[in-house]
DNA sequence: ACCCAGGTGGCCC
DNA sequence: GGGCCACATGGG
């Protein structure tokens, strides 16, 4: 068996799926506004606590604006910049948002090389809304994943295209054990900081 | 007064 | 292709 799944194994054995820990982004069947709440969150959250994007999607809740639709039809996302300024660079995710939400409500079908045309759309974000939000079997890679693939000497090259090619070369090609294995990688670092337990 | 949080685009070489 | 940098807020 490969290092990579190994260490999958492991994650899991340690921790149990995921499911538990993140219901709503692992689930099987998402409703529009789960969507919406990963998709959106995805972009806000950027460089930002989850804690602080999620007041900027509480404050858009408010607002009745957590919606692609009602986003992607405002004449401009100025009215979004009080809403989202908890969640930082408010001068840039308005605008991100607002792109995204128009070009959900123009693709049926969403595409990654297309997402990565949007201003504001880089790779981490646009895999974490395809695998989370609309479950498609893409990996996501993040500081998280690199700190791992380090500290378990996996790979000298640590860019973003090799280290996903390389998830996905020596994993079985499936959604649910992307969504798992990332979300497990992510909770097993937290893990470190707040609540002492072992590094795998 | 620092440092960090599930990045990205624009420069520069 | 890689190395810097600005972008902005809130919490520890």
């Known amino acids: 068996m490969n290092n990579i799944y190994s260490l999958y194994l492991d994650l899991l054995k340690k921790h149990g799926s995921p499911g538990k820990y993140w219901p709503q982004w692992c689930s099987k069947s998402k409703s ?16 930002t606590s989850w804690h602080n994007a999620e007041l900027a999607l509480l404050n858009l809740q408010k607002a009745n604006l957590l919606s692609f639709e009602k986003i992607g039809q405002l004449k401009s996302p ?4 009080p809403l989202v300024r908890v969640a930082g660079f408010y001068q840039s995710k308005p605008k991100r948002i607002f792109a995204f939400s128009e070009f959900v409500l ?3 079908i969403l595409k990654r090389e297309e997402l990565l045309k949007i201003k504001g759309i ?3 974000t646009a895999d974490t809304i395809l695998l989370y939000a609309f479950d498609k079997p893409t990996f996501v890679i993040d500081e998280y994943t690199r700190k791992l693939i380090k500290r378990h000497n996996l790979s000298q090259n ?3 295209d090799f280290l996903k090619n390389l998830f996905e070369e020596n994993l079985p090609p499936q959604t649910r054990v992307y969504q798992d294995f990332h979300a497990l ?3 097993n670092q937290k893990d470190q900081r707040g609540w002492g337990m072992k590094k795998i």
């Not at 919406?36 to 950027?46: D, M, N, P, V, Y």
Request: hydrophobic content about 45%; overall charge neutral; cysteine-free.
């Open 32 to 47: 529009e506004r789960d969507r919406e709440i990963i998709a959106l969150g995805a972009i806000l959250t950027q460089r």
């Open 78 to 81: 100025e009215i979004l910049i």
């Open 106 to 108: 123009k693709n049926k």
């Open 122 to 124: 880089g790779p981490e």
């Open 158 to 160: 640590l860019s973003y």
């Open 185 to 187: 990688i992510i909770f």
